[in-house]
């Protein structure tokens, strides 16, 4: 297994991209942390990856609260005593034209989107130096590098965390590698509502015939790109940013 030793730390590890990304980073040797507020969604990851025969625990908890990442680590410090790999997978989706978008509801989404990133990064970064590094992925969107006109807080704060995966990935080098996964739609409870209205709307097929691939996703199609960011396949790659979204960028 390519990550036999390995431990990982996936925020948002509950549903989701979050919880396909635990499941196949156990399946392939790390013991995993998944952390999110919701305790329950937890508990299911960390019993579906416990039935396969993997290690996983899970750390209730806030990643906009400090307080909350810093138990996290001592968490993971005290079971393991490393961090290898770092998920920053939190994140909410926020569909709002901008004359609506109120200063409340920006600084929600740049709390949530975009400062968690950077502040779990922080927080994490001694451990994972401890053991000599590692590897930082994050989930950014297709829409951190296309605009769109009824997200607009949403695509300033995943266009923060492209820009801030390659500042990071400089600031951390040469001991750990940070990379940048931009999904498009994918099937999760985030996106729920967003494919519902579509569906009802009759739109969803007007919108699968944009991909090259005639589809929308689902987490699992998230899975091999993190697999390969997060070992040593990808050790010559970093400040890379990758849109794993059927193939909508190529002519969006």
């Known amino acids: 297994m390519k990550l036999d030793g390995k431990v990982a730390l996936i925020t948002g590890g509950g549903t989701g991209i979050g919880r396909a990304a635990a499941v196949a980073l156990a399946a392939e040797g790390a013991r995993v942390i998944v952390m999110g507020r919701r305790p329950d969604p937890l508990e299911e990851t960390v019993e579906e990856i416990k039935i396969n025969g ?6 209730p908890g806030d990643v906009t609260v400090r307080a909350d990442l810093e ?4 968490l993971i410090s005290n079971e393991w005593g490393r961090l290898d790999i ?19 509801d920006f600084d ?15 927080v994490m970064q001694p451990l994972m130096m401890e053991n000599g590094g590692g590897s930082i992925i994050n989930i950014s969107s297709i829409l951190g590098v296309r605009g769109n006109a009824d997200a607009t807080a949403y695509c300033a704060m ?9 500042a990071l990935a400089h600031a951390l080098g040469p001991a750990i590698r940070v990379n940048c996964l931009c999904p498009s739609h994918i099937a999760t409870p985030m996106m729920q509502d967003e494919l519902e209205r579509l569906e009802k709307g009759g739109k ?3 919108l699968t015939r944009l991909f090259p691939l005639k589809r929308v996703a689902h987490p699992e199609d998230m899975t091999g790109s993190i697999l390969f960011f997060a070992g040593d396949d990808s050790k010559w790659m970093t400040g890379n940013i990758v849109m794993v979204d059927g193939g909508l960028s190529c002519y969006v």
């Open 54 to 59: 993997g290690a996983a625990i899970a750390c």
């Open 71 to 74: 138990k996290s680590r001592v």
């Open 86 to 104: 770092l998920v920053n997978n939190a994140g909410s989706a926020m569909f709002k034209p901008f004359a609506q978008t109120t200063m409340e």
């Open 108 to 122: 929600y989404i740049y709390r949530i989107d975009l400062r968690n990133v950077f502040e779990t990064t922080q």
């Open 158 to 166: 995943k266009g923060g965390v492209v820009n801030l995966t390659r």
């Open 204 to 206: 969803m097929n007007k």
